[in-house]
């Protein structure tokens, strides 16, 4: 038998039903297989990070865009105000 029939989540020994890639680095990716509940964990971790990254692009594009706009740096008030906005909360993301 071979070590790629079972979960590769270290503390599952369960046997692997899904491949899923793994991101190792900015430009690597690398698959490994899991069971389907350390499968269900992983989605929703890896999709929780994409939106949180989502939202803090969104929120430095506008803090970019203001200090362009007002052709000076804005003050931490400002910057407050605008890290305050959750840009994901119209699409149910606001739990983030």
Known sequence: MSE???CQNDPCETEAVE???V???VDEVRP???CYTCAEAY???AQHGEMRAIRDLVRGGL???ANFLNK???TAEEIERIQ???PLAECGGDDI
């Open 19 to 21: 491949t899923q890639p």
């Open 32 to 34: 490994k297989r899991y």
């Open 72 to 74: 000076r740096p804005l």
């Open 43 to 45: 989605s929703s971790g």
């Open 4 to 6: 790629d029939i079972y």
């Open 84 to 86: 305050a906005i959750d």
């Open 23 to 25: 991101s190792l680095g």
């Open 63 to 65: 803090i970019e865009a």
